[in-house]
Each structure stands twice: as C-alpha cells, then as structure tokens.
C-alpha cells in the first residue's frame, strides 16, 4: 500500500505562482510513474503534469510552458511548480502513482487563482 501525502495548495492571484509537493510512504514499492491530475467543479479530472521512470514528462496543452513536473526518486516526491498562474488552473490538484499495475491517489489540495 502506498500512500500519498500533498501540500502546497493555496490562492494566489492571476499571474503568480504555486508550487505542489507530494510525498509517497509505504513499504516495499517502486514508482513507476507520478504525477497530477486536477478537477475544477463541474469536470471531469483531468491530466495536469505526468512523470514516469524513464524521465519522460507529459504535459496537459493548457499548461505547458508554465508548470514544470520533478521528481525526487531518493525521497518518493513529486513536485508540482506552477507558474502564470490562471483563473481555469483553479481546481483541486491531485497527486498520482503508478506502481506495476496499481493506481494510488492523494487526498487533494485546493488551488484557488483569483482575476
């Protein structure tokens, strides 16, 4: 079992900047991809930013170019830097993991960017 701890969420302005951080704990578990999705209300959620073992790095249209997607594989963490920040990124960010076969969820952090 792995489990994913978020922080980092918050309001921030049009324009500003956020930074995400997840950390995965558990015992026994090699990552093979984390990453973001995110869910404003009324839709679906969607992919934000997505890293896999082999450091390849996929990115939602809306976004690229203005977050970035890291990983710390020592640590288990997944970062999140979000800049020019937009009224549509508001949403709640959630973190992913991919271990083999298995799909792991974090409880969600609020962002909020005000116009």
């Known amino acids: 079992q792995v489990q994913l701890v978020e922080s980092g969420g918050g309001l921030v302005q049009a324009g500003g900047s956020l930074r995400l951080s997840c950390a995965a704990s558990g015992r026994g578990f090699s990552i093979n991809a984390m990453g973001w999705f995110r869910q404003a209300p009324g839709k679906q959620r969607e992919l934000v930013a997505l890293s896999t073992s082999g450091s390849s790095t996929d990115y939602a249209d809306s976004v690229k170019g203005r977050f970035t997607i890291s990983r710390d594989n020592a640590k288990n963490t997944v970062y999140l830097q979000m800049n020019s920040l937009k009224p549509d990124d508001r949403g709640v960010y959630y973190c992913?993991?991919?271990?083999?076969?298995?799909?792991?969820w974090g409880q969600g952090t609020q962002v909020t960017v005000s116009s």
């Open positions: 992913y993991a991919r271990v083999v076969l298995k799909q792991y």
